[in-house]
């Protein structure tokens, strides 16, 4: 049973680029979150997305914006990248208002 | 407004037993969980209280106290592999849906 999967897994991206990152959830889950976590810091909420609508939005600008799909997959999208936007995302599966959360790997993102 | 506010850096004998403390202040609440985080990995679920009291699951228990807004993780036996990031979440809720309100983390240090 696969878990979370995430790609790409690394990326580097210039200033003022856009850039989409995907997650595909845990077999059964239909909710899907997506954080950023800068080095040495918690996990910090974007968005939650389930029956393919963002259900809840954490302080992140319009630049972040995401979709999921009619199979539960999702993508965030961050437009007009600034250096600041280097980080983890990690994308994370649940069912409706469970309370476990399984995270993917994430993805290492770098701009320069 | 919301915090979590856990130590960020705690160091143990293997073998040993540690505890990582986490008060909360939120403006809901309907649960505390754990979460493990190993250098460059994802985060792992570790526990789930949403009642007082003491939860045991092998090695590692969690305990919360509602009325003084403050959980624990109690890890035993502490082994070299536990050595990790461990984040305390706040399940709260928002209009009609659940998010989860992290900690910045604690880094477990354990020594031989």
């Known amino acids: 049973d696969a878990g979370v999967t995430q790609s790409p897994t690394h990326l580097i991206k210039t200033r003022g680029q856009q850039v989409t990152l995907r997650c595909s959830p845990k077999?059964?889950?239909?909710?899907v979150s997506w954080y950023q976590q800068a080095l040495g810091q918690g996990p910090q909420f974007i968005f939650q997305y389930y029956e393919e609508e963002e259900r809840q939005r954490g302080n992140f600008p319009d630049r972040f914006s995401g979709h999921q799909f009619p199979n539960y997959s999702s993508e965030l999208n961050v437009n007009a990248l600034l250096l600041g936007d280097s980080a983890l995302y990690l994308c994370?599966?649940?069912?409706?208002?469970?309370?476990?959360?399984?995270f993917g790997s994430g993805t290492r993102l770098t701009v320069v | 407004g919301q915090s979590l506010e856990q130590p960020s850096e705690v160091t143990a004998v293997e073998g040993a037993i540690v505890q990582i403390n986490c008060t909360y202040q939120t403006s809901g609440f309907y649960g505390l969980s754990w979460y493990q985080q190993h250098d460059g990995g994802a985060p792992t679920f570790l526990s789930y209280n949403a009642l007082d009291g003491l939860e045991e699951t092998g090695r590692f228990s969690s305990f919360l106290s509602r009325s003084d807004s403050y959980g624990y993780l109690l890890l035993q036996e502490l082994q070299m592999k536990d050595s990790a990031s461990y984040f305390c979440?706040?399940?709260?809720?928002?209009?009609?849906?659940?998010?989860?309100?992290w900690g910045a983390g604690t880094k477990l240090i354990i020594k031989p």
């Open positions: 994370a599966s649940s069912l409706e208002a469970a309370y476990g959360y399984t």
């Open positions: 077999s059964g889950h239909d909710t």
């Open positions: 979440a706040v399940r709260d809720r928002m209009d009609s849906n659940y998010q989860l309100i």
